[in-house]
């Protein structure tokens, strides 16, 4: 089954405990992108990667980082985490842009996290 | 500043009737549109998309119209069913997202479909 599989899919840690959100897909997608979700702000932009070792910001890009060594897996790394960090967060990928329906997202199904 | 905009966060309706859900986008340069549906404690899923050279996508019972002179487009659900109570989000992009691929989110319009 094509899918995007985030793990963990719940988490709760404390401020400043580096923490990784894995991300992997199974579709041989050149683009993924994390996202956070928070009431009233939608579907936000972390980082995005169009191929391997190939990463950019998005809109809001402080206090994460992000890796792309193989192309089926794209972590979501929080050095030091802190409370304003606590969201819903989502991986997602396409098979890139450039034609009508490439860059359909298709979106794991989130990982909870909170930070106290 | 905002480039894609739903302005109401909530929506209900009766089961049966029409649904309409809007989007405003300010960016000219947006090509290519979607609509992304989510429900609690899933991943948004992809609905309907429509490119700039249609004015009218239909997918059995979810349509979205495109008019590109007031930069809006809406989606039409008909008839509404109570399993279409879901998250809404609308996604535009450039170049079909060009060598990127990204898409910019709306900030969604929760749909209430009531039995």
């Known amino acids: 089954e094509a899918q995007v599989t985030q793990n963990p899919r719940y988490l709760i840690t404390v401020t400043g405990k580096k923490l990784t959100v894995t991300c992997s897909q199974n579709?041989?997608?050149?683009?993924m992108s994390w996202y956070r979700q928070d009431p009233g702000l939608g579907l936000r932009q972390i980082y995005y990667s169009m191929n391997v070792e190939v990463t950019d910001k998005g809109d809001v890009p402080e206090g994460y980082k992000v890796s792309r060594k193989e192309k089926r897996n794209f972590p979501l790394i929080l050095e030091s985490p802190s409370p304003n960090q606590t969201s819903l967060y989502f991986c997602a990928s396409s098979s890139g842009g450039g034609r009508p329906g490439a860059n359909v997202l298709t979106f794991g199904a989130g990982s909870r996290l909170t930070v106290l | 500043d905002q480039q894609v905009k739903q302005n109401s966060p909530s929506l209900s309706v009766q089961e049966g009737r029409i649904s309409i859900l809007n989007c405003d986008y300010t960016?000219?340069?947006?090509?290519?549109f979607l609509w992304y549906k989510k429900y609690p404690a899933e991943g948004p899923t992809f609905l309907i998309s429509?490119?700039?050279?249609?004015d009218k996508n239909e997918d059995g019972r979810f349509t979205v119209f495109l008019n590109k002179s007031a930069k809006h487009l809406s989606l039409h659900i008909v008839p509404s069913q109570p399993g279409d109570s879901a998250v809404y989000f609308c996604a535009a992009s450039e170049n079909y997202g060009g060598s990127q691929g990204n898409l910019i989110f709306g900030k969604g319009t929760k749909l209430s479909v009531k039995p």
């Open positions: 429509i490119s700039s050279i249609k």
């Open positions: 960016n000219s340069m947006f090509d290519y």
């Open positions: 579709m041989n997608h050149e683009y």
